[in-house]
């Protein structure tokens, strides 16, 4: 049988995806004020499910300083796809939207300021791509926002699913029969924490 690769985690950090001077600055400022953003691993994946699913509607829940999001919109951009993400901090929400200028993504992003769950009560869909990064103990709250939101045939992404506050939200998912999910015990480089629970389901009913 074929042998491993030494040092797996060493291995796979030099295989990190590389990333553009502004992405390269969030990441920075992320570290210096322990501001809690995918990484480099996280935001490639996003952008490729973005890419392959040709998504035209995503929604974010959790935006900080759009880290993510720049993700997203970049993998949407090849259909005009337009990403709407949603934020409580105004401070946060503020810093995003100077970040989405500064990518040239301003008019293919839009931003809204309040509580993800309550702001969703007002949405109507339908989104091909959702995802999730609010608190974790509001999982479970927003997952039938969700449910209503995406589109039959839409991907649900949810990050940090490793944390204790996920893990009703983990249960719902797992036997709730309108969605066939996946949780991905990861080792992701500069995601907080590296080592955490990736999740991706989609909507079948
Ligand atoms: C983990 S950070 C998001 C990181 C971002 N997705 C990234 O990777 O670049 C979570 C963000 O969601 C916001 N947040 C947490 N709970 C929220 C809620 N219920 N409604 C709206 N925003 C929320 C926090 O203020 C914080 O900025």
Redesign the pocket.
Known sequence: MSKMIPDLENYFRGLVPSRDELLLE?EKE?VQEN?????PV??ELLFILARVSAAQQIL??????????IYLARGCAAVQGRVLT????DR?AQRARLNFARAGLDRQIEIRV??????MTALTGPFDLI?M???KE?YLK?LAHCQRLLKVGGLLVT??VGFQGAYNFNQELFSHPHWRSVQLLSFLPQH?PETDGLSLAVRIK
């Not at 949603?86 to 901090?89: I, S, T, V």
């Not at 309040?114 to 702001?119: E, K, T």
């Open positions: 969030l992320a501001i809690p953003i995918v990484g996280v935001g974010e829940l959790g935006t900080a300083t759009g880290y993510s999001t949603l934020e409580h901090e946060m309040g509580d993800a769950i309550s702001l995802f990064d609010i608190d509001g927003a990050d940090n907080a």
